[in-house]
């Protein structure tokens, strides 16, 4: 059974950071594209960052130079690292799985298989 489980969010001041976890069963994380998303009130879902299986390339989006993508192999766990936070960050983050190795679809969210239950992330003034 496949399953997905974020954790680490929380509220923070601006200028903070927090480090995100998501723990992955049912299939091994290094194999495959995977990324995090996250989707505030109002707004569409937005991709952040992704890292393609095999140790393979990452892509940033929107968060480049202030969120950082990892992986730990051994525990089946991918990371996002968020510094310089805002309240503009504030909401659910998600992370999420392909079935494919390689990122080839970018941060369309509609080809990702597999996604977590989220955790919330809210960032004061």
């Known amino acids: 059974q496949v399953q997905l489980v974020e954790s680490g969010g929380g509220s923070v001041q601006a200028g903070g950071s927090l480090r995100l976890s998501c723990v992955v069963s049912?299939?091994?994380?290094?194999?495959?594209?995977m990324g995090w998303f996250r989707q505030a009130p109002g707004k569409e879902r937005e991709g952040l960052e992704l890292?393609?299986?095999?140790?393979?390339?990452g892509y940033a989006g929107s968060v480049k130079g202030r969120f950082t993508i990892s992986r730990d192999n051994a525990k089946n766990t991918l990371y996002l690292e968020m510094n310089s936070l805002n309240p503009e960050d504030t909401g659910t983050y998600y992370c999420?799985?392909?079935?494919?190795?390689?990122?080839?679809?970018?941060?369309?969210?509609?080809?990702?298989?597999?996604w977590g239950q989220g955790t919330q992330v809210t960032v004061s003034s």
């Open positions: 999420a799985a392909t079935l494919s190795r390689f990122c080839t679809d970018g941060f369309q969210y509609t080809v990702y298989r597999y």
């Open positions: 049912g299939f091994t994380a290094s194999d495959f594209c």
């Open positions: 890292v393609d299986g095999y140790g393979g390339a």
